[in-house]
């Protein structure tokens, strides 16, 4: 019979699991009067390994609502899963799609469910409400949630949110004299944002890259203003009351 080491009894020993761990990657949303922009990397990461160059954070869950996730991998995927059956289980009772404003409040709800032992993940939420406005919701892991004019998240967060508060908001910017900022920017101004705020974090952040996505929701009658030719840009649907989703993919740096 072994007899244990008494060096162990006497200085107990700590074991831990973590469930949880970090895939990097960055997502941001941004709304406008009539139109939402919500965008993502692809990029899968873990410490300074490089799981995969193409794994999305940016989900269509309706004609007129999009949700970016950032996080744990695993939760993301799962949560995005659950959401989109709760989505159609309305859309088979009540034969229509479930407004942007309740599917922020649903998602409140499934992520407080699971208070104690939550989805490791941050959302962002954008699309177009029932009045035809551009709405963007972004939530904490637990459930706390607003709507905002735009939101950042996720590992390079620090560098991006900073640049859209200056960009959206006009922190630290004075107005010229006798004039005054305009409370929403053109579409074609945001798209530009959006793509220099991924540029620049691709740049400084090592968990941020390979590829980007970019949802576009546009109100009923808004158009894209001769923008149909960019380059990677396709459209998803086209609701019956005129709403347009497209979506845009670029590359980043894969270094």
């Not at 090592?206 to 203003?225: C, M, N, P, W, Y």
């Amino acid at each position: 019979m072994i007899m244990p080491d008494m060096d162990s009894l006497a200085h107990p020993q700590e074991r831990r699991f973590n469930p949880y761990t970090e895939n990097g990657g960055t997502i941001l949303a941004i709304a406008g009067a009539d139109f939402s922009v919500i965008a993502g990397d692809t990029r899968q990461s873990e410490g300074y390994s490089i799981q995969t160059r193409y794994a999305p954070k940016v989900f269509r869950l309706t004609d007129r609502a999009v949700l970016a996730v950032n996080g744990f991998a695993a939760d993301g995927n799962m949560f995005v899963k659950k959401v989109k059956q709760r989505l159609e289980w309305y859309h088979h009772a009540h034969a229509k799609d479930m407004p942007l404003r309740a599917i922020a409040r649903l998602i409140q709800t499934m992520l407080y469910a699971r208070r104690f032992f939550p989805y490791y993940v941050y959302n962002i939420l954008g699309g177009i409400e029932e009045d035809g406005t551009g709405a963007v919701y972004s939530f904490d892991p637990v459930g706390s949630y607003e709507r905002e004019a735009c939101r950042a998240a996720g590992a390079a967060q620090s560098l991006v949110q900073p640049f859209l508060d200056n960009q959206i908001y006009f922190k630290n910017q004075e107005a010229a004299q006798g004039t005054s900022h305009p409370s929403h920017l053109p579409l074609e101004t945001v798209l530009s944002i959006v793509i220099d705020s991924f540029t620049s974090a691709t740049e400084r952040h090592i968990e941020v890259g390979d590829g980007l996505e970019i949802f576009i929701a546009l109100s009923k009658g808004r158009t894209l203003q001769g923008m149909e030719s960019i380059r990677g840009l396709q459209e998803l649907t086209v609701t019956e009351d005129g709403e347009r989703l497209f979506v845009m993919r670029r590359d980043l740096k894969k270094d």
